[in-house]
């Protein structure tokens, strides 16, 4: 029976989130421009109960996120370092077709490298609080009198589609960073088992040998 060196490194509460993030954004997504009228999928109607029902689930995930991240410790993950960051972007650029090695192994305590750190933190602590805030407001729009808001509805929409383009760009980014594995399908692979698989002749030291 063959051997794969591989690494524990996705709990299933970290592959439980990222999998039901993935599916809330899509939803927000596609409802999202059926709301703007650019597609006809469920109905206007039912779209905007999706959006706004796909929104508070977000935001329900995002604390229990948060609590988590901050409770384990897993926080520092998404340290922002720029060791290694020149290497990493030119590894990316040109060293990924050349096959070079990546220069920074994922590892128990670094399961991202610095480029993910510095694009998953920007989109944990800004473009998510981002799109909850402004979609939160437009949703009690309605209230904004009672509170002596006098905002425009307009203004608080563009900048929540703002906010779904640049996770639309995000999400075109993420996808094709997780076809770079050694195989196209390893990172979508960890994500669903929980364990990172690499090739014996890449020998990273403190990898487990696991038999599958």
Same mark, same amino acid.
């Given at each position: &029976? ?14 439980? $989130? ?6 809330? +954004? ?18 206007? @109607?039912?779209? *905007? ?39 990493? &972007? ?18 128990? !305590?670094?399961? *991202? ?8 933190? /920007? +989109?944990?602590? +800004? ?7 402004? /979609? ?7 209230? $904004? ?26 999400? %075109? &980014? *993420?996808?094709?960073? %997780? ?7 390893? *990172?979508?692979?960890?994500? %669903?088992?929980? $364990? @990172? ?5 890449? !020998? ?9």
């Amino acid at each position: &029976m063959a051997n794969d060196r591989a690494m524990y490194l996705y709990t299933r509460f970290e592959r439980f $989130w990222h999998w039901v993030q993935t599916l809330l +954004v899509v939803l927000l997504g596609l409802t999202g421009f059926e709301l703007h009228g650019s597609l006809s999928l469920f109905g206007f @109607e039912q779209a *905007h109960a999706v959006h706004i029902y796909s929104g508070w689930a977000w935001l329900i995930l995002y604390a229990f996120i948060v609590f988590w991240l901050f409770t384990t410790g897993e926080w520092k993950q998404y340290s922002p370092t720029y060791k290694k960051l020149l290497e990493v &972007m030119g590894y990316y650029v040109y060293g990924i077709f050349k096959g070079k090695p990546h220069p920074v192994p994922k590892s128990k !305590g670094a399961k *991202h490298n610095p480029l993910q750190r510095l694009t998953y933190l /920007g +989109v944990v602590s +800004v473009l998510v609080p981002f799109q909850l805030i402004t /979609g939160f407001l437009a949703y009690t729009y309605n209230s $904004w009198p009672a509170m002596g808001w006098d905002w425009s509805l307009k203004g608080v929409a563009l900048l929540h589609t703002a906010g779904g383009f640049a996770f639309i760009i995000f999400t %075109i &980014m *993420h996808v094709y960073m %997780i076809t770079t594995g050694h195989t196209v399908g390893a *990172h979508t692979k960890a994500m %669903i088992t929980g $364990w @990172e698989e690499v090739p014996e002749s890449e !020998g990273i030291a403190g990898w487990e040998t696991r038999s599958r």
